[in-house]
C-alpha cells in the first residue's frame, strides 16, 4: 500500500471542506502544513484561527 503524503491528505482534506461549502484560505493552507510538519503547536494553531475569525 502506498504511502499518503502530507500534500496528498491536506489536499484530500481541503477536497472534502470545499465540498461542504467551506473555503480555506492560503493562511488557513499554510497553518495546516506547518501543523503537520510539527512547526507549530496546535494550541498555538488555534489561536491563529481564533484571532484572525474575531478581527
Do not use: C, H, P, W
Not at 34 to 45: N, P, S, V
Amino acid at each position: 500500500m502506498q504511502e499518503m503524503t502530507i500534500d496528498r491528505a491536506v489536499n484530500n482534506a481541503i477536497a472534502s471542506v470545499e465540498m461542504e461549502g467551506f473555503t480555506i484560505s492560503g493562511d488557513e493552507r499554510d497553518l495546516i502544513y506547518k501543523l503537520l510538519r510539527k512547526e507549530i503547536a496546535l494550541a498555538d494553531a488555534l489561536k491563529q484561527l481564533n484571532e484572525k475569525k474575531s478581527a
